[in-house]
Antibody, heavy 116, light 113 residues
Framework: QVQLVESGGGVVQPGRSLRLSCAAS????????MHWVRQAPGKGLDWVAV????????YYADSVKGRFTISRDNSKNTLYLQMNSLRAEDTAAYHC?????????WGQGTTVTVSS | DIVMTQSPDSLAVSLGERATINCKSS????????????LAWYQQKPGQPPKLLIY???TRDSGVPDRFTGSGSGTDFTLTISSLQADDVAVYYC?????????FGQGTKVEIK
């Protein structure tokens, strides 16, 4: 079935790095732009970044620009988020989602905790 | 960035009564070339990802009950639940997809009175 599964979350110290992955199945991943959206504990939805279907265009929220990098490997049906210089305020559940309204698909999320 | 502001932050409604959530965008999300409002409504329950309810401001996604209605245009939008059911307890978000830099409202928590 159509599915997105995130992985790579965990507990990391401030200033360190982490790479998240989002594995897609059940649809033509290479046809879709993809987003990362995060949600801090008890807070609302916060858009992070988007990448075009072929990886040629990437856009970031101001809060992560210069620290996070979105990328994809269409041969592996996988989306990535490289997160560097992590801060306490980056603590959140990170969801990947297709750029397709209507018909968008969301993953369950992977949790990142930035703490010393 | 387009700022999305919802009101109220929370509301408690009796079963079977109407719930109304408002959303205001800091600039118009109406695309003049196709006359479509790039505004969606999502429902999120605890431990789950958001679920699309409404897109183009007023079109229900497949399988969404007709008690959910979206309305509005330009900068002012409304989500109405005509007869609240227990299963509707959730947080609701408006979302603009007019801009490449997507933004969400802060969310409105709907509870049973």
């Amino acid at each position: 079935q159509v599915q997105l599964v995130e992985s790579g979350g965990g507990v990391v110290q401030p200033g360190r790095s982490l790479r998240l992955s989002c594995a897609a199945s059940g649809f033509s991943f290479s046809n879709y732009g993809m987003h990362w959206v995060r949600q801090a504990p008890g807070k609302g939805l916060d858009w992070v970044a988007v990448i075009s279907y072929d990886g040629s265009n990437k856009y970031y929220a101001d809060s992560v620009k210069g620290r996070f990098t979105i990328s994809r490997d269409n041969s592996k049906n996988t989306l990535y988020l490289q997160m560097n210089s992590l801060r306490a305020e980056d603590t959140a559940a990170y969801h990947c989602a297709t750029d397709s309204i209507p018909g968008d698909v969301w993953g369950q999320g992977t949790t990142v905790t930035v703490s010393s | 960035d387009i700022v999305m502001t919802q009101s109220p932050d929370s509301l408690a409604v009796s079963l079977g009564e109407r719930a109304t959530i408002n959303c205001k965008s800091s600039q118009s999300v109406l695309y003049s070339s196709n006359n479509k409002n790039y505004l969606a409504w999502y429902q999120q329950k605890p431990g789950q990802p958001p679920k699309l309810l409404i897109y183009w401001a007023s079109t229900r996604d497949s399988g969404v009950p007709d008690r959910f209605t979206g309305s509005g245009s330009g900068t002012d939008f409304t989500l109405t639940i005509s007869s609240l059911q227990a299963d509707d307890v959730a947080v609701y978000y408006c979302h603009q997809y007019y801009s490449t830099f997507r933004t969400f409202g802060q969310g409105t928590k709907v509870e049973i009175k």
